[in-house]
């Protein structure tokens, strides 16, 4: 059965930090694109980050540029974000998503529509 787990969410204080991970299972990840998005109430599904396997190239939104960290391990088969100096603006269900690697380019990544695999989603709340 082809599964993607998000894990690692729960609650900080703004500044504080969290490590998602987006675990793969029934599918490799290798030759992917592995893409984070986030969703705040009443808001569209926004790109955060995105992770080309096949290249190791990274991309990131502008609004967590410097802060956001995605990775992969590949021997786990598993894609982590480490958010670092979190806001309450950065509040929302993260998603992870796979693709084919040829979406993993400055204009593709963010396009949750080429994305074909969802996980179910991991709650971070940035409060105080």
């Known amino acids: 059965q082809v599964q993607l787990v998000e894990s690692g969410g729960g609650l900080v204080q703004p500044g504080g930090s969290l490590r998602l991970s987006c675990g793969a299972s029934g599918f490799t990840l290798d030759y992917k694109a592995i893409g984070w998005f986030r969703q705040a109430p009443g808001k569209e599904r926004e790109g955060v980050s995105c992770?080309?396997?096949?290249?190791?190239?990274?991309y990131y939104a502008d609004s967590v540029k410097g802060r956001f960290t995605i990775s992969r391990d590949n021997a786990k088969n598993t894609v982590y974000l480490q958010m670092n100096s979190l806001k309450p603006d950065d509040t929302a269900v993260y998603y992870c998503?796979?693709?084919?690697?040829?979406?993993?380019?400055?204009?593709?990544?963010?396009?949750?529509?080429?994305?074909?695999?969802w996980g179910q989603g991991t709650q971070v709340t940035v409060s105080s």
């Open positions: 998503a796979t693709g084919p690697s040829f979406i993993a380019t400055m204009t593709g990544w963010p396009e949750k529509e080429l994305y074909d695999y």
């Open positions: 992770i080309s396997s096949r290249d190791g190239s990274t």
